[in-house]
């Protein structure tokens, strides 16, 4: 069950994140860290360095979100950022659920700079309008770019 807090920040998601995270919640308890970041939320995160690059070129910062950080809850209900194998799990589970939701995704936890709070659907069918069974390849990284981490 996802608190009213986390509920707001998932709710500036776009509908295929939400669906996705909503079906996570229903075997895990988590946190919504972040959906969509404003101009100002995203230059705070750069400056703060819980994001690697400036806006507008996060993908939390389109509207709705293509992405949001989720943190698993321990059994007191609160983040423990430390506990690497609880945010190893919750990849393989929100992995797992957008498989079974026909979504792609990307976790930042498969990143060589780690970023295991996140998660960012990676394509769109311009025909649609809908990130659902996509076929379109996934695009290999460009080793010269700084990836996106927040």
Request: hydrophobic residues 30%; proline residues 4%.
């Amino acid at each position: 069950m996802l608190t009213k807090a986390s509920r707001d920040k998932l709710a500036t998601c776009c509908v295929e994140l939400q669906d996705l995270v909503n079906e996570v919640a229903q075997t895990q308890n988590i946190c919504v860290c972040c959906g969509h970041r404003t101009k100002e939320e995203q230059e705070e995160a750069f400056k703060n360095k819980t994001s690697k690059v400036h806006y507008p070129n996060s993908r939390h910062n389109t509207k709705p979100s293509s992405a949001v950080d989720l943190a698993p809850l321990n059994s007191e209900g609160k983040i423990d950022w430390n506990d690497i194998e609880a945010f190893n799990a919750l990849g393989l589970l929100v992995k797992n659920a957008a498989t079974k939701l026909g979504l792609k995704i990307e976790w930042g936890g498969d990143w060589v700079m780690r970023d295991r709070p996140h998660f960012q659907l990676v394509s769109m069918d311009t025909r649609t309008g809908s990130m659902r069974g996509t076929d379109k390849p996934k695009r290999k990284p460009d080793s010269t770019k700084i990836r996106e981490t927040t």
